[in-house]
């Protein structure tokens, strides 16, 4: 069982800035990877970035070069830094641990809600 806390959303201007946070706890060591989806009113959920326990990333074509996606091992906690912020960005982000095996379920917060909007 696996717990993760989301903060840091709220209103910011194109061009902008936020930094997102996932905390972890529970049975932390069964996660394999964290990362940050975001769900638009509409749209599916789409993954923006994730990252392995041992540094491997991905990043979703759309924020490449935007946003990155850095962990705290020690603190057990997974940050997302946005830059350069678009309107196309609002959405509700979800912070995703992923155990990393077959058959086990991931887990998710309960999301933080990003708007971009001057």
């Known amino acids: 069982q696996v717990q993760l806390v989301e903060s840091g959303g709220g209103l910011v201007q194109p061009g902008g800035s936020l930094r997102l946070s996932c905390a972890a706890s529970?049975?932390?060591?069964?996660?394999?990877?964290m990362g940050w989806h975001r769900q638009a009113p509409g749209k599916q959920r789409e993954l923006v970035a994730a990252k392995t326990n041992s540094g491997l990333t991905t990043y979703a074509d759309s924020v490449k070069g935007r946003f990155t996606i850095s962990r705290d091992n020690a603190k057990n906690t997974v940050y997302l830094q946005m830059n350069s912020l678009k309107p196309e960005d609002t959405a509700v982000y979800y912070c995703?641990?992923?155990?990393?095996?077959?058959?086990?379920?991931?887990?998710w917060g309960k999301g933080t809600l990003v708007t971009v909007s001057s």
């Open positions: 995703n641990a992923d155990p990393g095996v077959p058959g086990r379920p991931h887990y």
């Open positions: 529970g049975n932390i060591f069964s996660i394999n990877a």
